[in-house]
């Protein structure tokens, strides 16, 4: 059920990102409370400390680049939802396995046209995070010319 959650989230913030540019409070708060109220009820306060942290890391990644406005604070505050129900670990890696692009869409920095950060994604590089062993890396992809 959480997974459902998750993905008919994150489907609902696609199709709001890509028609209009927006993630909206109507959908991002909601999830935000969820997350917490399921942490909680399936995990006790250690799940609702989850899902807490799962906030923190989820906003405190993209509240960077918020603040520079090479994204929106729908994006932090559906990443921050993300967070809150599939915990910190996967705020983290989404974090990583999409630098510099939007968390909804994946769409890179440099293909909205008015944005003029591009990220690690558009320069040719890959994240990796390795979960068991907790480690990560980025590396730069051979460029043919």
């Known amino acids: 059920m959480l997974y459902a959650a998750a993905i008919t989230l994150a489907a609902a ?3 709001t990102d890509l028609r209009s540019r ?7 708060l ?6 917490v109220t399921i ?3 399936n ?3 250690g799940g609702l400390a989850t899902s807490l942290v799962g906030i923190l890391v989820g906003g405190g990644l993209l509240l960077g680049p918020t603040l520079i406005g090479a994204m929106g604070a729908g994006d932090l505050k559906f990443q921050s939802a993300m967070g809150a129900l ?25 293909s909205r046209g008015d944005n003029p950060v591009a990220g690690p ?3 040719g590089m890959t994240a990796s995070v390795d979960v068991e062993e907790g480690t990560g890396c980025l590396e730069t992809a051979e460029q043919d010319e």
């Open 22 to 28: 927006r993630i909206l409070n109507w959908l991002t």
């Open 30 to 35: 909601p999830a935000l409370g969820a997350g």
């Open 43 to 45: 995990g006790g306060f």
């Open 39 to 41: 942490g909680l009820v």
């Open 121 to 123: 994604a558009q320069r």
């Open 13 to 15: 913030a696609v199709a």
């Open 86 to 110: 599939l915990g910190p670990w996967f705020a983290a890696i989404a974090w990583v396995r999409g630098l510099g692009d939007d968390p909804a869409t994946g769409a890179g920095a440099r």
